[in-house]
């Protein structure tokens, strides 16, 4: 599985963004997958997964309320709609492709895709 992510950006406090994963591979349809960031100076954090078979999701708990993880099969894609955007939602966002049970800890995902870079202005 081979992993392209985009959609960051420079936005204001309180705006959205959705970041956009576009996976290449036939697994891709029973791969679980997950975002993950990273700030500067800090360690990559768990943000969501969701399932490959009936959509079940994970949220890191900061995240809750705000994100959304969504995927397309069809299009091979894992989306992750961001709102109220605040100044430490900061980072590199990395999508990541794992199988089997529907995990959160960043060991468990073996297929990583390039990050894209979300900035958020106070």
């Known amino acids: 599985v081979q992993l392209q992510a985009s959609g960051g950006g420079l936005v204001q406090s309180g705006d959205s963004l959705r970041l956009s994963c576009v996976a290449s591979?036939?697994?891709?349809?029973?791969?679980?997958m997950g975002w993950f960031r990273q700030a500067p100076g800090k360690e990559r954090e768990f943000v969501a997964a969701?399932?490959?078979?009936?959509?079940?999701?994970a949220y890191a708990d900061s995240m809750k309320g705000r994100f959304t993880i969504s995927r397309d099969n069809a299009k091979n894609t894992v989306y992750l709609q961001m709102n109220s955007l605040k100044p430490e939602d900061t980072a590199v966002y990395y999508c990541?492709?794992?199988?089997?049970?529907?995990?959160?800890?960043?060991?468990?995902?073996?297929?990583w895709g390039q990050g894209t870079l979300v900035t958020v202005s106070s």
């Open positions: 591979g036939r697994t891709f349809s029973r791969a679980n």
């Open positions: 990541a492709a794992s199988f089997g049970l529907l995990r959160v800890g960043a060991s468990h995902y073996n297929y």
């Open positions: 969701i399932d490959w078979d009936v959509g079940r999701t």
